[in-house]
């Protein structure tokens, strides 16, 4: 057995917020938040969402009222979190450029039903960083409070350089799930600099135990193993490495594409877990996915379905006008980026990809002819 895990034998403790989950909470802390605010591990981001939203409608008292306003444009997590939470999902369309939670969209929704939202939550969509003062002064404006679902962002940068989230005062969500660029397996991690808010998401997350081991609030088992903490210890060496390695295949996919759609950043540096793409006007997106298919190239449709075209949210979402999200998700296309990927490699998918979009320009022009 490798001597870290022998060590965790040999402690005899193995969880309930050990040592080595908190030397990662106060790395995470100094090496990805500036030194500002504080950090709660959690078993996945999904159950870190969920406790949020309760924590933070509990604080607000808007917990009773029907809805939490997110983009039908996410994951299906955001909208299960919100479920479990008591909350029926309000879907709301997205920006043509930034793939972000529409501003005048959310307006829209906050002006005709908010006195019945309960709670917002935004996503930081493929890493990009929200606007979190927009976020802070429309809680102010409506009294409504927002949790952020920033699930693969670990190690995303603002416009002003800093990392994302950082100081913020509103709880924000990442993931640490094996398909995340901060990938451990399973895991996740609610940051925000409100410490009273904090403790309480940390007994929350601890069966709702005080210190006298007495339940004083409603509580769940979040809680990360040591063995989890210690995986995330060794993830948090190679982060910036990570990041910038990914950075930079992203930089080579939007030179080696010209004439297809990148989502427009919003930061320094964005945090990706797939590089997602628009193809040119006139190419589909099932005949690329064939020739991908044919030379052995992974790809995905992430976030296609949206939400509101999956069965089970169909039965209990409600939903805004939908039209940038709906005409995005059907033309997106998810590229590989990994860890390991070479330069060469992601030459080779650009070629494979340009040619395949030529064919079909080419083709429609022919058939038109
Ligand atoms: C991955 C993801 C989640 C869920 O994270 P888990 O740690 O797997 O629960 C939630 N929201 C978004 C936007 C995600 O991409």
Not at 11 to 33: D, K
Not at 142 to 171: E, H, Q, T
Request: glycine share 8%.
């Amino acid at each position: 057995m490798p001597a870290a895990l022998r060590s965790i034998e040999d402690s005899g403790i193995f969880s309930n917020y050990g040592p080595l989950n908190s030397r990662f909470e106060h790395r995470l802390v100094a090496e990805c938040f500036a030194g500002a605010g504080g950090c709660l591990t959690v078993c996945n981001a999904t159950i870190g969402l969920m406790m949020a939203i309760h924590a933070v409608t509990t604080l607000h008292g808007t917990r009773r009222r029907r809805y939490a306003l997110m983009p039908s444009f996410t994951f299906a997590a955001t909208a299960h979190a919100a479920i479990w939470a008591g909350f029926t999902p309000l879907l709301c369309d997205i920006d043509e450029h930034t793939w972000l939670p529409c501003h005048a969209a959310e307006a829209a929704l906050l002006a005709s039903l908010g006195d019945d939202i309960g709670v917002m939550v935004p996503c930081a969509t493929f890493g990009a960083c929200l606007d979190l003062d927009h976020y802070a002064a429309l809680s102010r404006q409506y009294n409504i409070p927002v949790v952020i679902d920033a699930a693969p962002a670990l190690g995303s940068l603002d416009a002003a350089g800093r990392p994302f989230a950082a100081g913020c005062k509103l709880p924000t969500v990442f993931s640490m799930h094996a398909t995340k660029a901060f990938a451990v397996g399973e895991g996740g991690v609610i940051y925000a600099d409100d410490p009273e808010l904090m403790r309480g998401l940390r007994a929350m997350g601890n069966f709702g135990f005080d210190q006298n081991r007495s339940v004083t609030a409603l509580g769940i088992n979040a809680k990360l193993s040591e063995v989890s903490a210690l995986l995330a210890l060794a993830k948090l060496d190679e982060l910036e490495d990570v990041v910038s390695h990914r950075a930079a295949r992203l930089d080579q996919y939007r030179a080696g594409l010209p004439g297809w759609t990148f989502q427009q950043p919003t930061g320094q540096r964005q945090t990706i877990q797939f590089v997602a793409v628009l193809p040119p006007p006139g190419v589909g997106r099932d005949p690329l996915r064939a020739i991908l298919a044919q030379h052995e190239i992974g790809c995905g449709t992430y976030f296609s379905p949206h939400l509101a075209e999956q069965p089970y949210f169909q039965t209990i979402a409600q939903a805004g006008d939908l039209q940038r999200t709906d005409s995005i998700a059907q033309r997106i296309l998810a590229l590989p980026i990994s860890d390991t990927i070479t330069a060469a490699e992601v030459d080779f998918v650009c070629a494979v990809l340009r040619d395949a979009a030529d064919s079909a320009i080419t083709d429609s022009l022919s058939h038109a002819a």
